[in-house]
């Protein structure tokens, strides 16, 4: 006979990609979540990627399905292309279909953007049942935060923006409930007249126990290879991307000590502008780019930074968008220079030195600070409000919702 939690209903998450074939904070939140969901809760979760990911990223799967660490990943991969986004939303709305029936779903879960809320809404509609909306980001102001401030606001009041704004509101509040990954962002959403009974906040995490891998051998002498033991590194993990803020890293170097050099961890479209711009400031020679790096030896590279920064631009998308790579850091102790804005005070706890956004002076200053040994970390305070930033702790917010949602089901 099979118990009342074997008989709980299913959870269909609709992704837009995964692991293995992309690494990002996108994927790296999905697969966390859904680890250590799968480690504590018998309820299932299917995970589904859009349709024809990751083949139209360039990758071929080698099966219809990916097993990593517990988590499967299902792919739809149609048989050929589908030229427009009417009839790719149409074809993934009917295979989500068939597998939520076979799999006696109770709940879709979907994230960010408005395309999927309408993909998933419709799963649920067909179906009658709920579904509930994450938003990680938001697609239309990091858009916008691509433009220098002078042009922004002529960029604001453009048609794709404004469109793409009132479809992100309109899929927050048509949805069974939804779900941030901020108090900064939930807020921004009740002014905006979601119910707040209805808005969830699962921030991002970091798995329990342990810290980033250490010992990896190959990527120990990569950085050995790379890194001067004589010199002091500060930079980030991270797409090099503009809202990210990078070139005040390489801009505040010839105001630092000649044995302070830069080290970015990732790659990104912002990579060749801030290559030139070392060049033409003369420090390249200062400057690492480490390019993309695989994730189980991420740790070695964190170890290698003396300061993380954090320096991301002024804008809507940073204000209330909290990235997951400040959290390793600090679970490792390593100090961090963090841009002043509320996402940012939010995501580090408070734990971390703040600069006036993009402000170089202010910049430079903090960094001086932290490297003559002003600042005083208290790890073991730290480590006390990490142990509410592990996945563990934050999917019984998860398992909570599917139960409201199912009437316990």
């Known amino acids: 006979m099979r118990s009342s939690e074997d008989e709980r209903k299913a959870v269909l998450y609709f992704a837009n990609n995964s692991m293995p074939y992309t690494q990002s904070g996108y994927t790296v939140r999905t697969h966390g979540m859904l680890r250590a969901y799968n480690k504590t809760n018998s309820r299932k979760i299917i995970c589904v990627t859009r349709l024809g990911y990751p083949v139209v990223v360039g990758r071929i799967p080698r099966s219809q399905e990916d097993v990593l660490s517990g988590v499967t990943y299902r792919r739809i991969i149609p048989r050929f292309f589908f030229p427009s986004s009417r009839l790719r939303a149409r074809e993934e709305i009917r295979e989500l279909t068939k597998i939520a029936e076979s799999e006696q779903v109770g709940v879709i879960h979907t994230t960010t953007d408005f395309r999927n809320a309408y993909v998933a809404s419709q799963v649920a509609k067909r179906l009658s049942i709920p579904w509930v909306y994450e938003v990680r980001g938001e697609r239309e102001n990091t858009w916008l935060s691509q433009f220098e401030a002078a042009e922004r606001n002529a960029a604001a ?85 503009h809202y990210e803020g990078l070139s005040i890293v390489i801009r505040a170097l010839p105001y630092l000590p000649v044995e302070v050099n830069a080290l970015f961890v990732g790659d990104g479209t912002e990579r060749r502008r801030l290559e030139a711009l070392a060049r033409s400031l003369g420090v390249h020679d200062r400057v690492v780019f480490a390019g993309k790096q695989p994730t189980e030896s991420i740790g070695e590279w964190y170890r290698a930074l003396d300061v993380f920064v954090v320096p991301r631009i002024s804008s809507l998308v940073t204000a209330r968008v909290t990235p997951i790579k400040p959290l390793e850091a600090m679970r490792v102790g390593i100090p961090v220079l963090a841009s002043d804005l509320p996402a940012l005070h939010e995501v580090t706890g408070e734990f971390a030195v703040y600069f006036a956004p993009e402000q170089l002076e202010d ?27 592990t996945w563990e702790y934050n999917v019984k917010k998860l398992e909570a919702l599917y139960s409201e949602l199912t009437g316990g089901k």
Do not use: C
């Not at 923006?161 to 108090?183: M, P, Q």
């Open 157 to 241: 009041a453009s048609g794709y923006y404004n469109y793409a704004h009132e479809k992100e509101k309109e899929a927050v509040g048509k949805a069974g409930s939804a779900i941030f990954l901020s108090e900064v962002a939930k807020e921004y959403a009740v002014s905006n007249g979601i119910d707040p009974r209805l808005a969830w906040v699962i921030p991002n995490s970091l798995p329990e126990g342990g810290k980033a891998t250490e010992g990896h051998d190959s990527a120990q002498k990569l950085v050995s290879s790379l890194l001067d033991n004589n010199k002091i590194y500060i930079g980030t993990v991270s797409s090099l991307v």
């Open 363 to 389: 910049f430079v200053r903090k960094i001086k600070m932290i490297l003559d040994g002003n600042v005083e970390i208290d790890q073991e305070r730290v480590d006390q409000w990490l142990r509410t930033r």
